[in-house]
């Protein structure tokens, strides 16, 4: 059964318009959450992360919101370029020595 | 510096047949990890590795093993690959030196006929 679970496969959006990517996790002991992101042919890239006990972190056009109380998390990008097309993984980790990683979600920024 | 190299970047095995995916990381850290990656399910966390000398399973060990040659290396192997075993494999070390992030190599494809 999966721990994190990203229920959106992909996600069309227009540039310049914000984009959000959502995540929800079932262990409430999880210690960090974060995004990642990948192109095909590639590892997947460390963009963002949240501690638990923060609800929001900003990096750039890059926010991460957490809402412990519903057990969610989500990315916004604002505003969204079409080289932000590509996966992005949510991901959380346990312990501080295990990740757990969402499906997956395909963004496209249209021009 | 190259931060976490894997070597091949492609392999072809037949079901039955043994191979070990290479890992490496020059970033000095004590832990370093294996996934596979596969249509619709995400990253799935296979072993890992705490600190030189150490291994513990992840969410789908089976069918595989793990050697931590050193602080350095981290391989994983195949003894009788089967085609479930067809993925994308990637090694993943600490991204700084904190562990609350991780930092992957290229990966490798590997298909089994």
């Known amino acids: 059964d999966q721990q994190v679970k990203q229920n959106s496969p992909s996600l069309s959006v227009q540039e310049g318009r914000i984009s959000i990517l959502n995540c929800d996790y079932t262990n409430s002991m999880f210690d960090y959450f974060l995004w990642y992101k990948k192109y095909p042919a590639e590892g997947p890239t460390f963009l963002i992360s949240i501690s638990s006990i923060k609800d929001k972190n900003e990096d750039g056009r890059f926010t991460v919101f957490l809402n412990k109380s519903a057990k969610h998390l989500s990315l916004h990008i604002v505003p969204s370029q079409p080289g932000d097309s590509a996966v992005y993984f949510c991901?959380?980790?346990?312990?501080?020595?295990?990740?757990?990683f969402g499906s997956g979600t395909k963004l496209n920024v249209k021009p | 510096n190259a931060g976490v190299t894997q070597t091949p970047k492609f392999q072809v095995l037949k079901t039955g047949q043994s191979m070990t995916l290479q890992c490496a990381q020059d970033?000095?850290?004590?832990?370093m990890y294996w996934y596979r990656q596969d249509p619709g399910m995400g990253l799935r966390l296979i072993y890992y590795s705490a600190s030189e000398g150490t291994t513990d399973k992840g969410e789908v060990p089976n069918g595989y093993n793990v050697s931590r040659l050193n602080k350095r290396e981290f391989s994983l192997r195949l003894e009788s690959a089967a085609p479930s075993q067809t993925s994308v494999y990637f090694c993943?070390?600490?991204?700084?030196?904190?562990?609350?992030?991780?930092?992957f190599g290229p990966g490798t494809r590997l298909l089994v006929l």
């Open positions: 991901a959380a980790l346990y312990n501080f020595n295990k990740f757990y």
């Open positions: 993943a070390s600490p991204l700084g030196a904190g562990q609350e992030t991780q930092y």
């Open positions: 970033m000095n850290h004590n832990s």
